[in-house]
C-alpha cells in the first residue's frame, strides 16, 4: 500500500508541477475566473452594432466568459467602434482583448509605403540646417464641462511655451478654445511637413484621454480629447455608449502624434499628458510600474472617461501618455563649415506618471514652489516644478527630472493622504550630461 502511494505522488507532482508554471506564464487565465455576463446585455451590444453599421460584426463568449469580438470588419476603424462598444456596455475587465481575425483593410499595409517615401525624403534633407520646432497643446476648460472635467492642461502648456521660447524653438501652440481637433491634426500635418532630420524637436500635449481599446499585439492605443470632442449634444445625453463614441470619433487619434514624434530629427523629446498613459508603457518596466502591480492584485485597472469626477477634496488630476519609437541611434559629424549632418542623436521621453496612475495637481491650481517659498506655480505638480528645476539648472534635464520626481511623489503623498502614488519616469538615449534644453 505504502508503495503504490508512493507511485501515485510520483504522478500527480509533475501535473502540480506544470500547472504551477503554466499559471506564472504571460498570459495565463485561471479557467475558474468566469465572467458572467448576461444576455441581455449581449443583445444590447449586438444592437449598438447594427446601429452603428457593423452588419458582419458579432461577439461571442471566450473561454473565460468575456465577450470577444467575431465576424469581419471592413477596416480598423470598425474594430475601434466595436471594442468600444463593448467596452462601454459590460466593462474593459469583461472585454475579451483577442483581436479579430477577419478584418478587410490594414492600416499598416498603407502606412508602410508612406514611411518608405517619407524615410526617402529625409535622406535627401539631411544637409539642410537645424532648427528648434515645437508644438505645445494644452486645456483648462473643455466645451463638455460635464463629461470632461476641468484640468491643468493649459496653465501647464503656457509654462512649456514660454520656457521653449526662450530655449529658442519656433513654437506653435493650441491653448484651451484653440485646441480643437481641427487645429490640432493640421497642427501636426504642418509640422510634420516642416520637419527635417537636422531639426530639434519637442511635443507636448496636455488634455483628458480617452479609452483605450487593443490594437493587434495585445497592446492597447488611446485618443486625445480636443476642447471641441464633446459638445451640447454629449451634455445632454446619458447613454454612456453613446457618448463614448461621440469621444472616440471626435478625439485625435494617438497614433498621429506618435507618427510626428516618428519622423527622422535630430533630437526628439516627448511628454504628452493625458489619461490611459500606463497601456503605452507597459513594454518598458521600472521600479514604480512593478510596485503598482503589485498594489493592484497584478493586474491593470480602468475606468470609465466620464462616469466618474477626477477630483479630490485636496487635488485634481489628469494621466499622461508618451510614445516611443525604439530609436536607439548615438552620433554627428561635421561634414561642411555652415552644415552639421546632425542624424538621429538622441531620444528622450518624459512622463509624469507611472502605468496606472493618475497626474496630480492642486485642487485650486496653486501650489508653493519647491524652489522659494514666496513662488507660487499653478498647474500640476510634475510640469510645473519640471521646469522650475530646469530653470535652476540652466536646462539640464537630468537634475531637473530628479528633484521634480521627488518632489512629485512626495506631494502626491501628501494631497491624496496617502491614496495615490505617482511616480515620474524617464526614458532616454541621450546621456545625461549632453542632454540639455538650452
Not at 492642461?153 to 484653440?178: F, I, K, P, S
Not at 485646441?179 to 490640432?184: E, F, G, L
Request: hydrophobic residues 35%; neutral net charge; charged residues 20%.
Amino acid at each position: 500500500m505504502k508503495r503504490l502511494i508512493a507511485r501515485l505522488a510520483c504522478l500527480i507532482a509533475p501535473v502540480l508541477l506544470s500547472a504551477c508554471a503554466a499559471s506564472s506564464l504571460p498570459g495565463f487565465q485561471n479557467a475558474y475566473r468566469a465572467y458572467n455576463v448576461p444576455e441581455p446585455l449581449v443583445q444590447q451590444i449586438k444592437l449598438k452594432f447594427a446601429t452603428h453599421g457593423l452588419t458582419q460584426a458579432s461577439v461571442a463568449r471566450d473561454n473565460t466568459g468575456r465577450i470577444q469580438l467575431i465576424g469581419t470588419y471592413r477596416d480598423e476603424d470598425q474594430v475601434d467602434t466595436a471594442f468600444l462598444i463593448v467596452q462601454s456596455i459590460v466593462g474593459i475587465k469583461s472585454t475579451s482583448p483577442f483581436y479579430p481575425e477577419h478584418v478587410l483593410k490594414k492600416r499598416w499595409d498603407t502606412e508602410a509605403g508612406k514611411a518608405l517615401a517619407a524615410y526617402n525624403r529625409a535622406q535627401a534633407e539631411k544637409a539642410t540646417q537645424p532648427v528648434k520646432r515645437a508644438l505645445v497643446v494644452g486645456i483648462n476648460h473643455f466645451a463638455d464641462p460635464y463629461h470632461l472635467p476641468d484640468i491643468q492642461g493649459a496653465d501647464d502648456a503656457e509654462v512649456v511655451q514660454h520656457y521653449l521660447e526662450r530655449a529658442g524653438y519656433r513654437v506653435t501652440a493650441l491653448l484651451n478654445q484653440q485646441a480643437t481637433k481641427a487645429n490640432i491634426e493640421a497642427a501636426i500635418a504642418r509640422l510634420n511637413e516642416q520637419i527635417r532630420p537636422n531639426d530639434d524637436v519637442f511635443i507636448y500635449v496636455s488634455s483628458h484621454g480617452n479609452m483605450p481599446v487593443p490594437v493587434p499585439g495585445d497592446k492597447r492605443k488611446m485618443s486625445i480629447m480636443a476642447y471641441d470632442s464633446g459638445n451640447e449634444e454629449t451634455v445632454r445625453s446619458n447613454d454612456g455608449p453613446e457618448i463614448i463614441l461621440h469621444f472616440q470619433q471626435h478625439a485625435v487619434p494617438d497614433t498621429l502624434v506618435q507618427d510626428l514624434a516618428r519622423k527622422p530629427s535630430h533630437v526628439t523629446r516627448v511628454v504628452i499628458d493625458t489619461c490611459y498613459s500606463g497601456d503605452m508603457l507597459n513594454d518598458i518596466v521600472d521600479e514604480g510600474a512593478a510596485y503598482v502591480r503589485r498594489t493592484n492584485g497584478n493586474r491593470n485597472e480602468y475606468e470609465g472617461i466620464s462616469l466618474a469626477s477626477w477630483t479630490g477634496d485636496s487635488y485634481t488630476s489628469k494621466g499622461i501618455r508618451f510614445s516611443d519609437d525604439g530609436v536607439q541611434q548615438t552620433g554627428g559629424t561635421q561634414k561642411a563649415r555652415t552644415v552639421i549632418d546632425r542624424s538621429r542623436a538622441g531620444y528622450n521621453i518624459i512622463t509624469a506618471t507611472s502605468p496606472n496612475e493618475e497626474s496630480l495637481g492642486p485642487k485650486n491650481g496653486t501650489f508653493e514652489s519647491p524652489l522659494a517659498h514666496d513662488q507660487v506655480l499653478k498647474g500640476s505638480f510634475f510640469t510645473q516644478s519640471l521646469f522650475a528645476y530646469l530653470d535652476h539648472y540652466h536646462g539640464q534635464l537630468a537634475p531637473a527630472f530628479r528633484d521634480a520626481s521627488r518632489f512629485t511623489s512626495e506631494k502626491a503623498q501628501e494631497v491624496s493622504k496617502g491614496e495615490r502614488h505617482q511616480v515620474p519616469r524617464e526614458w532616454s538615449t541621450i546621456p545625461p550630461d549632453q542632454n540639455d534644453l538650452q
